[in-house]
Nanobody
């Protein structure tokens, strides 16, 4: 089994930054791809970014240049650096993991990000 635990969410003012973390435990050797998704109130869950092996990360077009996904294999942790945050970035952010891009059987519990003045 694989467990994912997100942290780093909170309240931030527009224009501010946050870094989310997702720690992977359990059978982490099976994990090749990791992703961040988000779900805003009343909206469907959407992909923010994902990363597979040593390949270049893939981002939602609308978030390129503001968000950065990275992975520390030694710490079994994936990060999401979020800059120049906007109120429309308010959502619950979820970490996901699996064997390949788009195939994520493992999910974290989510962390709330609220962008408001």
């Amino acid at each position: 089994q694989v467990q994912l635990v997100e942290s780093g969410g909170g309240l931030v003012q527009p224009g501010g930054s946050l870094r989310l973390s997702c720690a992977v435990s359990g059978s982490a050797f099976s994990i090749n791809a990791m992703a961040w998704y988000r779900q805003a109130p009343g909206k469907q869950r959407e992909l923010v970014a994902h990363i597979f092996g040593g390949e270049e990360p893939i981002y939602a077009d609308s978030l390129k240049g503001r968000f950065t996904i990275s992975r520390d294999n030694a710490k079994n942790t994936v990060y999401l650096q979020m800059n120049r945050l906007k109120p429309e970035d308010t959502a619950v952010y979820y970490c996901a993991a699996g064997g390949g891009l788009g195939r994520y059987p493992y999910w974290g519990q989510g962390t709330q990000v609220t962008v408001s003045s």
